[in-house]
């Protein structure tokens, strides 16, 4: 019986009071944040109803630098009861006033922004609004002020409806609980326990007196269990009964089915001596046979298995090689991009300085003609103030060029070599003058270096290539000179050298650096082969260089170098490709 109790109704009980509980519990939590939420809109529409309340004063004071005012109004607004921080700035950040939460929890980082509520830590949150002073039709920003409230505030709003809350959900669980415990009593525990009682007592010799007797006014399961508990002792004693009969005429039926076994055990008995020999003969066959099987099917299978494992490795190569070609294109890209994000790098910073001082320039132009215009307004312009001006305007105006022309001409230089350096068009150009817009492009690289970069070669000389192949290749030798070449803080000497020699150019370059050894210098070429690993060096860069050299340009890359006395590039390629 307390199997059942525990096992059905105690645990259709606790199921029940589990749900209403997760049910009570979700619906009381929501009301409270809903009750928070709102309490907490209602305390952040009042925060910002003080910026309309003391705004205005509080501008004036701090416009006025009444630094005494401003904190008497910070006292002031201490006082309201919601407001328990409060931050006044100036116009360059500088606290007038910290009062409250704000002068122990908050630093100049966490003020709120301007004009939104910002909730903090510990269940702190703070109104931000800007102080902006109107005169004669203009605004000025002289500061802001940030309010802090706190979770405390919203709870001494919401407790006594929190608390009701809470003592109705208790009362209303307690109730269900006893209603639940009754119900499941009454209808469900003490019936189970009188119909286990009475199947327990079940005789198995006389099962027609072992029924159900249970009173049940309504027709529910157990009454249906009942009835059927009931039905099934009636079956049972049917079933007894025919099961006797049928034992009786089973005896009989057995008695002819022995005489008849021996019978046919005697006839079986000679059969059986003449199959077991033609049975020997014939297991002995199988078995030769299932041996020959055996062995083609091993066979086949590891011919199956080498046909899969040569398939299967030539697909494995077959992707190895076009992984292989895309990881090659995609490391070439990259540096390829990576030297052009360097020369952008560099001309940037140096075209902010002409820049710079253009828009200076203009500035001062522009007050100089503000100050004019007055001066004429009044009637007050003399010949000496017209003498200054145009001669301030002039100076100004030449200074503006120059450092424009000067702009201009770094974002030319730039401009024609990135262009050369993102595409592999081809076209005939002055290798001079090229070199020596290369050479312009990279000058911001090495401005805090003290290397001397010197270009021979020939005026006018007009070759037919990618130009972009020549600024990969002279740009990748001089950044290797700077980077692995020379210690910081040595001044090198670089030296660039062209001619001509029967419709072939040939360009040496030449730097007077550290050099290399010779077992670095068999290697120089290979792709990855790097000494600068541990500063981020990919080792493509003379490998990309030599690619270009031998394809694109059609020609002839060769390098020599000892340790301490530099190192010494020769290119040789056709004037046209």
């Known amino acids: ?26 619906v009381t939590f929501t009301q409270i944040i809903v009750e928070y939420h709102a309490t907490k809109s209602n305390v952040e529409d009042e925060l910002r109803t003080l910026k309309n309340t003391f705004s205005t004063s509080l501008t004036r004071a701090i416009w006025e630098l009444n630094l005494e005012q401003a904190e008497s109004i910070a006292l002031g607004l201490m006082e309201i009861p919601i407001v328990e921080g409060v931050q006044i700035r100036d116009e360059n950040g500088q606290f007038v006033a910290q009062l409250g939460i704000a002068a122990q929890n908050f630093s100049e980082n966490d003020i709120a922004t301007s004009g939104q509520m910002t909730d903090y830590s510990g269940g702190v949150f703070g109104y931000s609004f800007p102080l902006i002073f109107e005169f004669s039709g203009r605004t000025s920003n002289v500061g802001d002020v940030t309010l802090y409230s706190n979770f405390d505030i919203i709870f001494g709003r919401i407790e006594i409806g929190v608390i009701l809350l809470i003592a109705n959900a208790i009362l209303k669980t307690a109730f269900l609980i006893f209603l ?157 991009m990576a030297s052009l994000g360097g020369l952008v790098a560099g001309i940037a910073h140096d075209i902010n300085t002409p820049l710079g001082v253009s828009v200076t320039a203009s500035s001062f132009m522009q007050e100089r003609i503000k100050s004019l215009k007055t001066k004429y307004a009044d009637n007050a312009i003399t010949k000496s103030a017209m003498d200054d001006f145009f001669k301030e305007v002039e100076q100004t105006s030449d200074l503006l060029l120059n450092n424009l022309y000067r702009a201009s001409d770094l974002i030319a230089s730039f401009k024609q070599v990135a262009v050369d350096q993102t595409s592999e068009a081809e076209r005939c150009f002055d290798l001079n003058e090229y070199l020596h817009e290369i050479l312009s492009s990279l000058l911001p690289s090495f401005k805090h270096s003290q290397h001397t970069i010197t270009i021979e070669c020939p005026e006018q000389l007009q070759i037919f290539c990618a130009p972009g192949v020549i600024a990969q290749i002279i740009t990748n030798m001089i950044m290797n000179s700077h980077i692995h070449g020379y210690d910081e803080g040595i001044a090198g000497q670089i030296l660039i050298h062209v001619t001509e020699e029967n419709n072939d150019i040939v360009l040496v370059y030449e730097d007077d650096g550290k050099g290399l050894s010779s077992e670095h210098l068999d290697k120089l070429f290979d792709a990855f082969f790097t000494t600068a690993a541990d500063i981020g060096g990919s080792g493509l860069g003379t490998h990309i260089m030599y690619n270009l050299a031998n394809q694109a340009l059609k020609g002839k890359i060769t390098a020599s170098s000892k340790m301490g006395k530099g190192l010494k590039y020769t290119i040789r390629f056709p004037k046209r490709t």
């Open 1 to 26: 019986m307390a199997h059942v109790k525990t096992g059905l109704s105690r645990k259709l009980l606790t199921r029940v009071l589990s749900l209403y509980f997760a049910l009570t519990l979700t």
């Open 180 to 336: 639940f415990m009754s119900a499941f009593k009454t209808m469900l525990s003490t019936p189970l326990r009188t119909i286990t009682r009475q199947m327990m007592e079940f005789n198995a010799e006389r099962p027609q007196d072992s029924k159900l007797s249970l009173h049940i006014e309504d027709d529910n399961e157990l009454r249906q269990l009942t009835n059927s508990y009931n039905h099934v002792i009636d079956d049972l004693v049917a079933s007894r009964d025919t099961l006797k009969s049928a034992q009786n005429e089973l005896e009989y039926a057995n008695e002819k089915l022995d005489n008849q076994n021996l019978l046919l055990e005697q006839e079986v008995a000679k059969k059986t001596a003449s199959l077991s020999h033609i049975m020997l003969d014939l297991e002995q066959q199988k078995d030769e046979l299932i041996v020959k099987q055996r062995e083609l099917k091993q066979e086949n299978e590891n011919r199956q298995y080498i046909e899969n494992e040569l398939r299967r490795k030539n697909n494995e190569l077959a992707s190895s090689m076009g992984t292989l070609r895309i990881a090659r294109d995609q490391l070439l890209e990259s540096e390829r």
